[in-house]
């Protein structure tokens, strides 16, 4: 798109772009990112694109409108993202919980290798990250909204609000934030920190727009390096101390009688009064994601700019367990991830596998940036372009579960399967030496998970193989090999 192309201009060509959707891609080529720290010079594009990280949290990936699996959600904004870029369908985080999946999310490293495998105790200070790579690369590297990733006590409430240099892991320059941000914070006023300590507060102002207008006066700024931002929202997360989802003003009254996801509908739980101000809030996120969009353009950055979409875990509605996520179904683990930008703009849905773990490698190679050996993700731009890449990509997701549970699983293109070590409290250690299967089901057959198959004679011999593949993956990501037990009792 050519400088001075207007918004309505750009949303039409999205939309013509949309006719392309889901083809197959391009023969294989040479792609930046995954070659040694003496390529870096020639592999660095001859403008380094920004970077716009928007992320959302506990947003259920069938609540984006053009993965066309719920007809009430209204998201016109990220549509024309799918529509104009490269969207990943079956996108699953490492750690259906907040802390743990956005450690891993700016590390590419599975939630035991960066110390956060539960909520608020930390992450290792001493890891790359997307941030502190970016930097070194010449780049600015900012955020704004909620963090999540230093220790704080919720006894006495240290640790909620300001997060001093050494925590940000990389993100140096501007920072308006809070680490604890749905306890220093309320849908209609609250408190962030800058990078010194002092408050910036806001009140009767709906917290997305609060977040969404930082976001607006940093992009307006003059900028002569390129930029990292990292936007994190907390909706449509529920307000911790209200037990609930609170959409904006008048925004849940529109979802009265809402489309209820198929999951959902023969298994108790609260989606029955969330619903509502859930949609509300999702599509509120949308708004922002089309004030970011519409300022980039405005600012005549929006050529050069990759902005990614994504959401740290999905939620169930207490169906599954008494909280929101923490369990390995589709509900917890699956998320939006799209992207769109110099490299991107592909017009395309994939259908492989892809880990969270996979979004700072493959924003890296897009930068042109060197990619740790540390990291364990994938850089995920060869799917886009080369058909070998394609035919040899290993779909399959590992996951690990805390808090609920003690527990590790793997999502197939056909299977879920899941394994605890029910001795252990889910708080209790990262990992365990025993588990027993828990869970498995047959997504072919059974795609809204509703018929848990662990301990049917008939499919043991499917539980072995996906036995062994865990326990690979298990080792892949840096764990003690652990003994599983095959189910006895069907439940």
Not at 16 to 40: F, M, N, R, T, W
Not at 227 to 255: C, I, N, T, W
């Amino acid at each position: 798109m050519r400088k001075g192309t207007s918004r309505r201009s750009f949303l039409k060509a999205s939309a013509l772009s949309g006719l392309a959707l889901g083809s197959a891609a391009a023969h294989a080529s040479v792609l930046p990112g995954q070659a040694g720290e003496s390529d870096k010079a020639k592999q660095r594009p001859a403008r380094q694109p920004n970077i716009v990280l928007f992320c959302c949290d506990q947003m259920r990936w069938d609540f984006v409108g053009a993965y066309k699996e719920n007809s009430m959600t209204r998201t016109p904004n990220i549509d024309a993202m799918v529509r104009r870029g490269s969207t990943f369908k079956y996108a699953v985080t490492n750690q259906p919980l907040c802390s743990p999946s956005r450690a891993c999310m700016i590390t590419g490293l599975y939630a035991t290798q960066t110390g956060e495998w539960k909520i608020s105790i930390g992450m290792k200070d001493d890891l790359p990250t997307l941030a502190t790579v970016l930097r070194e690369q010449g780049y600015t590297a900012n955020f704004i909204g909620k963090w999540h990733l230093m220790y704080a006590d919720h006894k006495t409430r240290a640790g909620y609000g300001w997060v001093p240099y050494e925590h940000r892991h990389g993100f140096l320059d501007l920072w308006e934030g809070a680490n604890e941000f749905e306890h220093t914070t309320h849908p209609y006023y609250g408190t962030i920190w800058d990078s010194t300590g002092k408050e910036i507060t806001y009140k009767d102002e709906y917290r997305i727009d609060f977040i969404t207008g930082r976001a607006v006066r940093f992009l307006k700024q003059p900028h002569d390096k390129p930029f990292l931002l990292f936007v994190s929202q907390l909706e449509p997360h529920q307000q911790d101390d209200l037990h609930r989802m609170v959409a904006p003003k008048g925004y849940a009254e529109r979802y009265m009688n809402p489309v209820v996801p198929a999951d959902l509908r023969n298994i108790p739980g609260d989606w029955q009064e969330q619903l509502p101000d859930y949609y509300g809030c999702v599509q509120k996120i949308d708004e922002s994601v089309g004030t970011i969009m519409k300022t980039l353009e405005e600012q005549n950055l929006l050529e050069n700019t990759i902005v990614a979409f994504i959401s740290d875990h999905g939620c169930h509605f207490k169906i599954r367990n008494t909280e929101y996520k923490r369990s390995p179904h589709d509900a917890s683990i699956r998320i939006p991830f799209v992207f769109t930008g110099p490299g991107f703009d592909h017009s395309m849905m994939r259908e492989e596998i892809v880990n969270m773990i996979d979004l700072t490698p493959t924003l890296l190679a897009a930068a042109g940036a060197p990619i740790p050996k540390s990291m364990k993700g994938r850089n995920l731009m060869p799917l886009l372009t080369s058909r070998e890449a394609q035919e040899n990509w290993d779909n399959t997701a590992y996951i690990q579960i805390s808090e609920s549970m003690v527990g590790r699983a793997i999502r197939t293109r056909q299977w879920c399967y899941c394994v605890a070590d029910r001795s252990m409290k889910g708080t209790e250690a990262p990992s365990s030496m025993h588990y027993d299967e828990y869970q498995m089901y047959n997504l072919a057959d059974d795609p809204y998970q509703q018929v848990n198959l662990a301990a049917r004679l008939e499919y043991r011999e499917e539980a072995a193989r996906l036995r062994e593949l865990l326990l690979k993956r298990m080792g892949e990501a840096g764990e003690e090999i652990a003994e599983i037990s095959p189910a006895h009792l069907y439940p």
